[in-house]
């Protein structure tokens, strides 16, 4: 699932680029901030495969580089003085469909990368294409499946069911711990060769376990 994230404190613009990107359906799902430490937060713990951040400071660039692994940034800016790997300035004003062409190639392009992939034991987990592999080894995911390993992967207590929940599927008519169990018994037995299983926590929660046994 593509996943971007806008930060910007102006509020219309920013949504006004959200609102585009969703109906051109370019991510799965856009994480809207005005808050540039929650903005950090999210890309310390989330996997993007952009980042979009307005009028940038110097002292937001440098933090910036050294938390995003990767993901390509794209600076709206009015200056051209920001440099760095995987960074590229936008200069002010631009035309929207210039912009998010950029954007499209520079989020397929990560999410080929090595980068976008994160380590489960000895596999390899890409979230963007849903896959778990291990040298010719290939696991296609679901988008769920992908979700629930990507939500658990690096969290070292349990996550109870009903956050599991509120942040994979949202709240929604038809949607109970059920659905839930479900998936996470589908996705087990996906793994059950690969090392990678899930603990619960007093059955009230799920917690990801890797090791190093491989198929």
Wanted: aromatic share 10%; hydrophobic share 35%.
């Amino acid at each position: 699932m593509r996943q971007i994230l806008i930060y910007s404190p102006q509020e219309k613009p920013r949504q006004a680029l959200a609102g585009e990107i969703r109906v051109l359906e370019i991510a799965q799902e856009v994480v809207e901030t005005d808050n540039f430490e929650e903005a950090v937060d999210f890309i310390r713990n989330e996997a993007f495969s952009a980042l979009i951040i307005d009028d940038p400071t110097p002292e937001q660039h440098r933090l910036l580089c050294a938390v995003n692994h990767g993901v390509p940034i794209f600076y709206l800016t009015s200056q051209q003085s920001f440099e760095g790997e995987n960074v590229q300035p936008v200069l002010k004003p631009f035309r929207l469909s210039v912009f998010l062409t950029a954007l499209i190639a520079g989020a397929a392009q990560f999410e080929q990368s090595e980068d976008a992939s994160v380590s489960l034991g000895c596999w390899k987990f890409n979230f963007a294409g849903k896959t778990l592999s291990y040298k010719e080894t290939e696991i296609k995911l679901t988008e769920k499946e992908a979700a629930i390993l990507n939500y658990l992967h690096g969290r070292d207590k349990p996550v109870d069911k009903e956050t599991l929940l509120r942040e994979i599927w949202g709240y929604g008519e038809g949607i109970s711990t059920h659905t839930l169990e479900t998936h996470i018994y589908r996705l087990r037995q996906k793994l059950e060769t690969t090392g990678i299983t899930f603990l619960t926590g007093g059955g009230e929660g799920y917690r990801l376990v890797c090791s190093n046994s491989s198929i």
